[in-house]
């Protein structure tokens, strides 16, 4: 357990170290309490993670160290969602100040990272980019989720962006984000 | 056994880059990886840990099928010595220590004052030399049982190169510790190797221990009666027999590379009479 704890220790200190003027914007942008507002910067911030390192071949400096390649996708996750836990709170503090809509937010904010975070490493686990697949599916999502009314499109529902119905798309993200973990463990970098 | 690779192939999408390799390394060998480049010896030893998913095959570490869990008793430089672009040397000893929970900062403070490291600079700026030197400093210390180095003589200079390969020969001896390393420099190999495994195409020409090795070929003049055995190759007009028959001389660590290496494909364009 310990040793677990260290290696999370490690792992934030290098994503810290890393990332750390990348962090600082992201993190006044996650602060707009508005979930819409601020998708696009959560796309961006998920896909210029793990999934960016990978396609960039810095993956190998991290798994050359004790480092599982379930340990990593899942200490980079906690990571983002940790920043964006952090920040989203901290915006809602200082810009809505009520309770359930800034926990309402971060619940949003939370499902549509999930799920992009699992697309993002499908999609470099299949040997594609980090930025141009996701992107795709972000504007298809975008697109798909908002035809016709709201009560007869089921994408609607539990799309990441839309999130319809938010157990649904709590759901559907979680989907998305155990199948990039199973590919990812099984399958492995291809570089 | 530390390794025990039993038919493992790989390929990346329809090259296959290992095919069918089996090697088994024991404890307290310095095992030496060798072959041309695009051979398959970073992907071998990548394959061992972990980066890479082997295709088929299985591969053993420390007597167990190979699991992440045992990546703590495995300290790896990579050939190419990428870096975290924004870590100095203190931040990497920190991180090292944290992930290693053998390192022995005292064995990494006594290659820092040899060698001068400054540690409040980025890893990234120092010369590719250093940054070999830093990575040996941290895999020596991370109290690892297994050392992994790709290429770790790689610009260093003869001096320096010299005292690295015989610091690896104390570490080995003293503390007994396993290193695989990976090299084209089979001069220096043989001064450090006590196995080693011929690697071409993808394919283990040949793996033994340097001293069976030299036992099991004979060098015989060309044009003398060859022994019972398989006719490795030609080197020069002598030709390496593989045999037990006592007849010619005892080849040398680097003959038996180099035939393995050539099987008779010489590469002569300039002599078509």
Redesign the interface.
Known sequence: MSQTIKKFEAFFMKEFTEKAGRIAVFSLLFMIPQFEAKLFFLFLFVVFGLASDIHNKKFSTLISLPFSYKDVYLMSYTFIATIVTLTSLAGAAIFSGSVEYGLANLLSSLIFITAYYGISILSVSFGMDNFGIPFLVFIIDMIVSNIGNRYNNPFFAFSPTTQGVKWLALIAAVLIFATGFYVFDKKGVQK | MIVNIKNMSKS??SKSILNNISLEIKKGEIFSLIGPNGAGKTTTM?CI?????QDSGEIEVFGKPFS??L??N?A?M?E?R??????NGE?YL??WS????DFNRETFSDFSIHYKFDLKQKIETYSMGMKTLFYIALTVSSGADLLILDEPTQNLDPVIRHEVLEMLKDFVNQEDKTVIISSHEIYELEEISTSFGIIKEGKLLYNDTIDDAKDNHRIVNQGEKIPEGEVIANIGDEVLVKTQEDIGRYPTFREISLAYLRENKVFKPFNKK
Do not use: A, C, E, W
């Open positions: 990346f999408g990548r840990y972990g980066d890479l998913r992440p869990n990546k703590t495995i790896v990579s190419d990428l870096t975290f672009g924004r870590f931040d920190k991180m944290m992930i290693y929970p």
